[in-house]
C-alpha cells in the first residue's frame, strides 16, 4: 500500500506492507537519510491524519489501522 510520512518539512510517498512495523519502517528511512534520527531520549510518535490521532509505532500497519493513502506525520 502507498502512504505518505512527513517529519518537519519533508514528506515522502512510500509503499510498504501492511505487516511491517511502523518504527521499523521509519528506522530504515532514517538509516537511508530521508529523515532525521529522533534522539533516544524522546519516543517516536507518529499522528495518522486520516484517523485524526496518534499510533503506536510498535504496531504493523495493519494493527494501526493504517490504510491506503494515510498520510502519517512523526514528531
Known amino acids: 500500500m502507498t502512504l505518505t510520512i512527513m517529519e518537519h518539512n519533508k514528506s515522502l510517498d512510500i509503499i510498504v506492507k ?3 512495523r511502523i518504527q521499523e ?3 530504515v528511512l532514517v538509516e537511508n537519510g530521508f529523515f532525521s534520527s529522533i534522539p533516544e531520549t524522546m519516543q517516536l510518535q ?3 491524519k486520516r484517523q485524526g490521532k ?3 509505532p510498535i504496531l504493523t500497519f495493519k494493527q494501526g489501522k ?3 493513502g494515510d498520510i502519517l506525520l512523526i514528531q
Request: glycine share 0%; net charge negative; hydrophobic share 25%.
Open 54 to 56: 496518534y499510533i503506536n
Open 18 to 20: 501492511p505487516d511491517q
Open 66 to 68: 493504517i490504510y491506503e
Open 46 to 48: 507518529v499522528y495518522s
Open 25 to 27: 519502517v521509519y528506522r
